[in-house]
């Protein structure tokens, strides 16, 4: 798809776009990501050197904890669901970080419904 932030995914060489309800795509890529252990290692890699080169540091944290208490469920603008510090390990996304979440079972529960799409297909 067309856009600033698919080109920049594209130069980054750190992921994939897709159009809009284009789930079927997203399922298809997760597969590959599932079976490619490579191409994850290259595709984080790349990513993490995109950003730490693109945001400084400050402006990374901050999405991190976005993205963390969107996942947790909390609307991140909500002063309410904001600590009043923050504090990721060093190495930030370290398994154990999510793996009793509800964040971590939302994404086990997606992506096993990818799976099942693309089984369903083939």
């Known amino acids: 798809p067309a856009g600033d932030i698919a080109r920049l995914i594209?130069?980054?060489?750190?992921?994939?776009?897709?159009s809009k309800g284009d789930a079927v795509g997203v399922a298809d890529f997760i597969s590959k990501l599932a079976a490619d252990h490579p191409l994850r290692a290259r595709l984080g890699a790349n990513a993490r050197a995109f950003s730490c080169q693109?945001?400084?540091?400050?402006?990374?944290?901050?999405?991190?904890?976005?993205?963390?208490?969107?996942?947790?469920?909390?609307h991140p603008t909500d002063p309410q669901s904001q600590p009043d510090a923050i504090h990721i390990p060093s190495?930030?996304?370290r398994p154990y970080f999510f793996r009793q979440s509800r964040a971590a079972r939302r994404l086990a529960a997606a992506d096993k419904s990818a799976r099942d799409t693309v089984a369903k297909r083939q």
């Open 10 to 18: 594209e130069e980054a060489e750190c992921g994939a776009s897709f």
């Open 91 to 93: 190495g930030a996304a």
């Open 54 to 74: 693109a945001l400084p540091r400050e402006q990374r944290m901050l999405e991190w904890r976005g993205l963390v208490s969107e996942l947790q469920g909390a």
